[in-house]
């Protein structure tokens, strides 16, 4: 699982320098949420799946389980593939073509479903406690709400560049 910038003691300021590299011309802007968020989703969700499966095992007779989180994690990858999927077959090809043809619809659809994401996310804070784990909690446990807080970051962040960057340029 890849560490958040908190994980590795680096500084907010740090990552804040990283962010400021984030592309703007779409063609260079589209390889980056590639890269930067699709390929991150697809590689850390299926590992915070599994994880919160086994904290949900190990710890079901406690009153902080977060009961549910592994099948809620997973619905969220097959959602966030089929999301990607779109984007990647349907519309990051029509933006890089110009942005014609039916981009502007396609671009609407991507829209409702970051809304849904954003409606999904808050349920991801609601079954781990604001990504607060029990205190004594086992490394596991402390590692799922850390990478489920990250997750939370990061879909925020690629539905934000998406929305706020991406998109515009071709409305």
């Not at 396609?106 to 990504?131: C, P, Q, S, W, Y």
Request: with cysteine; aromatic share 6%.
């Amino acid at each position: 699982m890849e560490l958040s910038y908190n994980d590795c003691g680096c500084s907010a300021e740090a990552a804040h320098k990283n962010e400021e590299a984030t592309p703007s011309a779409p063609r260079e802007l589209i390889p980056f949420i590639l890269d930067r968020y699709h390929a991150v989703h697809r590689r850390e969700l299926p590992e915070l799946a599994r994880l919160a499966n086994k904290v949900e095992t190990v710890h079901a007779e406690h009153a902080r389980c977060p009961r549910g989180l592994a099948q809620f994690l997973a619905d969220l990858e097959a959602e966030l593939e089929t999301h990607m999927t779109k984007e990647e077959q349907v519309l990051f090809p029509l933006l890089l073509a110009n942005g014609g043809g039916c981009a502007p619809l396609a671009i609407r659809r991507m829209r409702l479903e970051h809304e849904d994401h954003h409606k999904a996310l808050g349920e991801l804070v609601r079954l781990t406690n604001d990504f607060s784990p029990p205190e004594g909690a086992c490394g596991g446990w402390r590692r799922l709400y850390a990478g489920c807080a990250k997750l939370k970051a990061d879909l925020e962040a690629h539905i934000a560049l998406e929305n706020e960057v991406l998109f515009p340029a071709f409305e």
